[in-house]
Structure formats: structure tokens, C-alpha cells
């Protein structure tokens, strides 16, 4: 166990719909971070908060967005959803913002857009 | 562009045997590597890292290799073990304040009893 959580695990949507990924960091994280797995591809990195501030971000599209809470847990929010947005969307935390520190992962939402 | 590469999708190899996973970059600016495995329906799990200060770091059975001039890195696990079996992704930071992590594809470990 990672110490990491992410809700829910599973999700299943139509096109066009609005969906919120959830994930609450390691106790005493204050970086959170969001990856999305396609079929095939390896994690890529989408959007990073600290301590409430985004930090940076990725390949990231114009439909999604994210946010973090004062008491650190993470939102993802993906909308207008679409076929190829299907995939494994991971979040991670760490202690600092950067410079090399191990990241812990959740165990991931599959999302399924039908 | 792909910074990070693993160019072998999949590895099989015998229980007992070593398992050498590889990795490529191009960027010279990374000053460290880490190694992830993930098993079906899990998140990754950290397993390894080498900073490039250093051409080797061991731990246990898996020791990371660097080979800055080719800009190349690998991963041997010795002796291997059927729970070995996983993807193993290969990552680089993606930058000095950002913290976030620029993975390979992954290569799919099997190892047989």
C-alpha cells in the first residue's frame, strides 16, 4: 500500500459527459501529481500541484483540468469526454516539489469512454 | 519527441537467469534515473535509482547501470524470480523545480519457472 488513494477505481462514461477523479496524497505529501496511460503507452505526465499552487504542466488538454484542496487531496476533471480519452489515469505525491524525490502512486481510475 | 526509451516492448527469461531491461535517453541535462514496476491493476512502485554522478547503484538482486557517454542505462535483475514479473519503466525528471517524472514505454517482464 502506497499511501496513496484514488477514487474510484473504475468508470465507465458516455461521450460528451463530464467525469471527477479523485486522489488523496500520502500523509505529510504535499505534491500531487497526475499521469494518464494509454494503451501502450507509457505514464504521461499530465498537470502538478503543490501545496495548493499548480506547479507545472504537461500534455495536459484544454478539457481537463485539476485542482488541490486545502486539506491536499486532488481533483482531475475531464470533460467533454471522448473515445480516445479512455486510459489509466494515475495520481502520485511526494514530499517536495521537485529535485528528485521518490514519487508513491495510486492504484489508478480506469476510465472507459463509451 | 521521446526523451526517455524503452525499446523492448517485452523480456522473457528463465527463473534463476539474469534479466537485463534497457533504457535510452537524449537528454544530457538529466542527473538522475529512477526505475518503476508495476504489477497488473497496482500503481508503480519505486525500485531503484542512480543519480549521474555514479555508473552503477546495486540493491539486493537489482543493480542500474549508466552509461553517460552512450546515454544509455539498464536495469539487470539477478537471480530473477517469477514475482520479477511485471512492467518495468525507466524514468527521468522533468525538470529541476518541477518534480515530475518523464517515463518510458515499459518493457514487459516474464520470467519463467
Known amino acids: 500500500d502506497s499511501g496513496v488513494t484514488q477514487t474510484p477505481k473504475h468508470l465507465i462514461t458516455a461521450t460528451g459527459q463530464r467525469v471527477t477523479l479523485r486522489c488523496s496524497p500520502r500523509?505529510?505529501?504535499?505534491?500531487v501529481y497526475w499521469y494518464q496511460q494509454s494503451l501502450d503507452q507509457g505514464l504521461q505526465f499530465l498537470i502538478h500541484?503543490?501545496?495548493?499552487?499548480?506547479?507545472a504542466k504537461g500534455n495536459i488538454l484544454e478539457r481537463f483540468s485539476a485542482q488541490q484542496f486545502p486539506d491536499l487531496h486532488s481533483e482531475l476533471n475531464l470533460s467533454s469526454l471522448e473515445l480516445g480519452d479512455s486510459a489509466l489515469y494515475f495520481c502520485a505525491s511526494s514530499v517536495a516539489p521537485g529535485g528528485g524525490s521518490e514519487a508513491f502512486f495510486g492504484q489508478g481510475t480506469r476510465l472507459t469512454v463509451v | 519527441d521521446q526523451q526517455v526509451k524503452q525499446n523492448s516492448p517485452s523480456l522473457s527469461v528463465q527463473e534463476g537467469r539474469i534479466s537485463i531491461l534497457n533504457c535510452d535517453y537524449t537528454n544530457s541535462m538529466f542527473d538522475y534515473f529512477l526505475w518503476y514496476k508495476k504489477y497488473p491493476a497496482e500503481g508503480p512502485t519505486f525500485l531503484i535509482s542512480i543519480s549521474s554522478i555514479k555508473d552503477k547503484n546495486e540493491d539486493g538482486r537489482f543493480t542500474v547501470f549508466l552509461n553517460k557517454s552512450a546515454k544509455h542505462l539498464s536495469l539487470h535483475i539477478v537471480p530473477s524470480q517469477p514475482g520479477d514479473s511485471a512492467v518495468y519503466f525507466c524514468a527521468a525528471p522533468g525538470g529541476w523545480s518541477q518534480g515530475n517524472l518523464i517515463f518510458g514505454k515499459g518493457t514487459k517482464l516474464s520470467v519463467k519457472p
Open positions: 500523509s505529510g505529501d504535499l505534491s
Open positions: 500541484y503543490y501545496n495548493g499552487e499548480e506547479r
